[in-house]
């Protein structure tokens, strides 16, 4: 029913009258439609407040996870880039050397996480009356950002290693 806003109680105590008086054993229950809509509109931001939660925990981990990795194999490939630096390479090389097989995984996931998303997306888009369309330069942003995710993650280490003095470093042999 659609009531006057400057009169609603007495309207809702009219309606609960001819509700008792027609229907005495159901129960008269009321609610708005705007508080109902905000209720699921409420419900919606919650989702999402949540998706981007375990979106950033699952993004520091997978950082850190990288970070390990990059580190245990900087640390591991030590000599070999002294020798490497010794030989004539380029910081350039030595960072692509290092980082090559890293910044490959990021993209080959991101290449199997797209569609994934897309399908995740599309049914969820399915549950509201009116559907948005998905831009995809939204999938790509999202790649490039982790693509720049793990190659910052990965300068870290691999700077360092490119710094270190290639004397130094084959001296331990």
């Not at 419900?43 to 950033?56: K, P």
């Not at 000599?79 to 910044?103: D, P, Q, T």
Request: a positive charge.
């Amino acid at each position: 029913l659609r009531l006057v806003p400057e009169n609603v109680a007495a309207s809702i105590s009219h309606i609960e009258e001819l509700w008792e008086k027609n229907f005495p054993s159901t129960p008269f229950r009321y609610s708005f439609f705007d508080e109902n809509f905000e209720n699921i509109y409420i419900a919606e931001i919650r989702l999402g407040r949540l998706f981007t939660f375990y979106t950033t925990l699952a993004m520091i981990i997978s950082s850190m996870g990288l970070l390990a990795m990059v580190a245990y194999s900087a640390e591991r490939r030590t000599r070999e880039v002294g020798v490497r630096k010794a030989l004539g390479a380029s910081a350039g090389n030595l960072f692509y050397l290092l980082s090559s097989g890293y910044v490959k995984l990021v993209i080959i996931a991101t290449l199997i996480a797209w569609p994934i998303a897309w399908y995740a997306m599309a049914r969820w888009n399915d549950n509201f009356a009116f559907r948005a369309p998905f831009a995809w330069q939204f999938y790509l942003l999202a790649g490039g950002l982790a693509l720049l995710l793990s190659i910052l993650t990965s300068v870290i280490y691999t700077a360092r290693v490119c710094r270190l003095n290639p004397v130094d470093t084959l001296r331990q042999e």
